[in-house]
């Protein structure tokens, strides 16, 4: 009877920011002139949480939204709203049709409930649609959904316990504020009882904030809102919408440490990775040729790696904060990321080592209020001299790496029987990421080009080059062929050399092609007219910082290259009697304490030398370190796109 009675509290609880009727607020929205460049604009936005003290949480969200284009019209001729079944149950309680003429309809089409769109990951995930029809640019769609559960499935129960977050009588709350269409107002409201300790904190911008005790129910109600929020539109490259846009963190976990702790437990509770046999005999079988400590970790983790498919179709009890068991992976071979760093783990404690599960947020940063903000599992290894060290089998398939180096600068949580803070990746030296490109070539009286040219890389950036040999062996050289051929198709490829894709652990990748380009300086009596080719960016793939647009002249946020790296390109020309300059860039040097760029020509006799070297010392920058990265990414163009004109 008391359960009742609450749900019939949260449910006839009116939604308290919305004082005017929804035809005022219509009207008064605005249309397309208002919001030039926009399909729609949301009037309102409100949720209201109710959370029991088991840590399950009704959730009521009400939102009105204005079509202001066709396409607006298209977008909302549906109402989507995505769950899985497994951890969350979805009712959509009320869809009504505000017309352009004033008049209203509420639909009363069936809810259809169809398995979502997936790719690679072939999950429950699913969706409750309503169809709303035809629309017109001046009509608003009004929706209320009740919904219960949370994001992330735990095991299977009976009755309302599989809605139950997994931290028990835990709540917490991921809640952006912003969007890709205008909103009028958006509010966020929970109450939840005193006795749960609620931290939060906003991110990124303000929010005008309530906190008032019901004290008739012995609750405290947050109120938390934003009116007039407009879409940010950011450059290429930069940080992840959360990084800098404004949102609010809450939850009533008490610090990471409580966090880490848990799950430790709930994984060792399950068993998720206790070895069986025949993943034991495995091991045996794969470290006979280890000779030592490092040797041992690199084995079993490059295999995981390389062995186990990413593919999300294994299923049953664990899933999401509790991970698959060593029975489950092994016999599959597939899984997603923490699929394979649970049998990682149980594969290193087979062979001796501590080893346990952590979490990360790919892409994204981690704020210090320990609200979920994981997408990503890895592992952890405990050294014999007690460091803990990270291993990702989901990132480094073929890469020489342990930890991929395109995750550093990012936020983790170890799961550790003693409990951990949350950490951040440190940042990978350049030098470990080195892309060394050298030439040797002579251009003919007749202006065919003749040479030789050479490509090694580590780190990531030998990961980068690999990405050539994805296809299968028998086509690996038309695929270096092809590398050649797009700087330029009549390119006449006398040889290639190239290291042994399959073992590649054994050295870092080198690339040796021979060839002949026919015709490729312009050549008079008078004239040379040419640009050296290795400023034609040959594996450009390894160069990711040639991907962020160097037209944006200023930053107001920061933004994030593939990985630090370390790049040199080195060719020396032999040329017919040209001589004089005509046209011949100068040198162009950046300085700063992260990026460094020197480039210049020597012209001595017949001998034309190019040298570029490029250091990017970290993977996230600050907005105000744009201006010398900028610079670099400009002069290396400039070397690009500049002609080369001598005379005798």
Known sequence: MKKKSLLLFFFVLPFFAFSQNISELIAKAGDSKTFSGYDQVTIFDSTYSYMEDNGLCHVNIHTLTKVLTYKGASNNSVVKINYDPLSAYVEIRKVIVHRNDGKSEVITNPVCDYVAPARAIYWGASQKMVEVGHLEPGDAVEVEFYRK????????????????????????DIVPFWSSQPILEKV????????????????????TTSVVPDAKNDRMIYTFSKKNIMPISVPRNTLAMS???????????????AKSLWFYNVNEDYGSFDPTPEVQTKVNQLLKPAKNELDSISILTHWVADEMRYSGISMGEGEGFTLHNAK??????CGVCKDKASLLIAMLRAAGFNAYAAMTMAGERIDRIPADQFNHSVTVVQRRNGQYELLDPTWVPRVRELWSSAEQQQGYLMGLPEGADLMETPVSSSKNHYLYISGKSEIKADGTLVGELTVTAEG???????????????????????????????????????????????????????????NY????????????????????????????????????YGFRDRCSRLMTINETITLPKYTKVIQLPEEKTVESETVTYNGKYTLKNRTLTLEQKADFGKRIYEADEWSAFRDAVKAQNSFTETFIILEK
Do not use: C
């Open 188 to 207: 966020y409201r929970v109450s939840i009882l005193k006795s749960k300790e609620m931290q939060y904190s906003i991110y990124n911008g303000e929010l």
């Open 521 to 556: 300086a312009i050549v008079s009596n008078t004239a040379i007219i040419f640009k050296p080719l290795l400023t034609q960016n040959v594996f450009r793939r390894a160069m990711g910082h040639l991907n962020l647009d160097a037209n944006v002249e200023k930053r107001i």
């Open 149 to 172: 559960g949370y994001t992330y499935a735990l095991l299977q129960t009976d009755d309302d316990s599989q809605y139950i977050p997994p931290m028990r009588g835990h709540f917490y």
């Open 328 to 333: 489950m992976n092994f016999t599959d071979r």
């Open 243 to 257: 990084d800098i846009a404004p949102k609010l963190l809450l939850s009533t976990s008490p610090d990471w440490e």
């Open 460 to 518: 990531q950036s030998d990961a980068a080059i690999r990405g050539i040999f994805k296809s299968r062996y028998s086509e690996w050289k038309n695929a270096l062929e092809l590398e050649l051929l797009r700087i330029d198709p009549r390119a006449e490829i006398t040889s290639i050399q190239n290291t042994d894709e399959l073992r590649y652990l054994e050295q870092p990748v080198k690339i040796t092609y021979k060839y002949t380009i026919p």
